[in-house]
Nanobody, 116 residues
Framework: QVQLVESGGGLVQAGGSLRLSCAPS????????IEWYRQAPGKEREFVAR????????RYADSVKGRFTISRDIAKNTVYLQMDGLKPEDTAIYYC?????????WGQGTQVTVSS
């Protein structure tokens, strides 16, 4: 089973930045879609951003366009979510998800808290 290891969450003031990382154990991301989701207290999990590993094409939720950037480092087999211009409403647990033809996995989640 593929495990996704996330890191980079924390506490930041509004307007600040954080960078989340997601890396798989036991396989590469080749052929995978990698997505970030988030879930705030009392709310449903929502889509944040997606990258297709092989081509690098990306997609974003409207709420984060222009502030968040999803990218990949092929040499490190790692996906990043660079979050700039953070707002209190970005506070949530952020989850990495990846899937290919033969698997689908979720990470354990990392807490992002933005203070006003």
């Amino acid at each position: 089973q593929v495990q996704l290891v996330e890191s980079g969450g924390g506490l930041v003031q509004a307007g600040g930045s954080l960078r989340l990382s997601c890396a798989p154990s036991g396989r590469t991301f080749i052929g995978s879609d990698i997505e970030w989701y988030r879930q705030a207290p009392g709310k449903e999990r929502e889509f944040v951003a997606r990258i297709f590993w092989d081509l690098g094409n990306t997609r974003y939720a409207d709420s984060v366009k222009g502030r968040f950037t999803i990218s990949r480092d092929i040499a490190k087999n790692t996906v990043y979510l660079q979050m700039d211009g953070l707002k209190p409403e970005d506070t949530a647990i952020y989850y990495c998800s990846s899937g290919g033809v033969d698997y689908h996995s979720w990470g354990q989640g990392t807490q992002v808290t933005v203070s006003s």
